[in-house]
């Protein structure tokens, strides 16, 4: 019996760190992260409890709403998935007495960043989680021998129009300085490498 609790308590510990490894914490609001944000392109799935017919899933238009039965439109962009959780409620309530609404991305399409000019695999990348320049541009495949380094743009359009241009200068992040300049990448951020 206790050569067997001496390997059960191996185990047990490598099944839990096994379960951290597959299914980390989830981080809720209170945890200092902010919670993700809806764009343009991405997927959500709406339903009402006890109410087939408001169960579907709705594709945020590039103006940024979605159209749902009895709520009639949405504003859905800069929104997070408990903020349009609780407008249907407020706006089904006229309809449906005490609605139990669940709202969940399926998919998020619209959390893209760009990547052009002199990276191995220049493009468009649908960002899973926040990720910041450094971590695009490896993303990218990294710099190609002709890249200039420390003259990295990065195009940012407010929610006004107008579009700041945001210097990144890679060398001196390698060596530790200026880290502040690797930002957080925000959805439709274009990175610029000459």
Known sequence: MNQRAEWIKPAIVAANLLVLVICPPVYSQDSGIAPYTINPGDLLSVTVWKEEDLQRQVLVRPDGAFSFPLAGEIQAT????????????????????????????????????????????????????????????????????????ND??????????????????????????????????EPGDVIIVP
């Open 78 to 149: 800069g929104q997070s998935v408990e903020d349009i959780r609780t407008e249907l409620v407020k706006r089904l309530s006229e309809y449906i007495p005490d609605p139990v609404v669940t709202v969940a991305t399926e998919s998020i399409q619209g959390n893209k960043v760009y990547v052009i000019g002199q990276v191995n695999r220049p493009g468009e990348f649908i960002a899973a989680a926040r990720i910041d320049v450094v971590q695009a541009l490896s993303i990218a495949g990294g710099f190609t021998p002709f890249a200039q380094k």
């Open 152 to 185: 990295v743009r990065i195009l940012r359009r407010r929610p006004d129009g107008v579009l700041d241009d945001l210097s990144f200068r890679y060398g001196e992040v390698e060596k530790g300085r200026n880290l502040g300049q690797n930002l957080i990448l």
